[in-house]
């Protein structure tokens, strides 16, 4: 599994964006997805996660009814779609594969793509 995050940028609150993750392996459909995300001198965060087969999808209370994340197998790739972006949500924004628990603690994710930058501006 080798994670590609895109997607990420400026846009100012009430806005939109759409994070993409893609995958370069060809064992994707096999692991449950996640995204973290990481504020300036904050502790990493779950923030949504979706299982292999799309069927079952995970939020956290802070972006429940904002956020949706999907995925399409046949492309190797998850996406977060943000609606309503507040300037609380800016953060790095990592994706995460696993084959554990996708509600649980980060250290279940097994791999990790490089972040992408959120900024939210009031």
């Known amino acids: 599994v080798q994670l590609q995050a895109s997607g990420g940028g400026v846009v100012q609150a009430g806005g939109s964006l759409r994070l993409s993750c893609a995958d370069s392996?060809?064992?994707?459909?096999?692991?449950?997805m996640g995204w973290f995300r990481q504020a300036p001198g904050k502790e990493r965060e779950f923030v949504a996660a979706?299982?292999?087969?799309?069927?079952?999808?995970y939020y956290a209370d802070s972006v429940k009814g904002r956020f949706t994340i999907s995925r399409d197998n046949a492309k190797n790739t998850v996406y977060l779609l943000m609606n309503s972006l507040k300037p609380e949500d800016t953060a790095v924004y990592h994706c995460a594969a696993t084959l554990g628990d996708p509600q649980g603690s980060d250290q279940l994710y097994n791999y990790w793509g490089q972040g992408t930058h959120v900024t939210v501006s009031s």
């Open positions: 979706i299982s292999w087969s799309g069927g079952s999808t």
């Open positions: 392996g060809r064992t994707f459909s096999r692991y449950d």
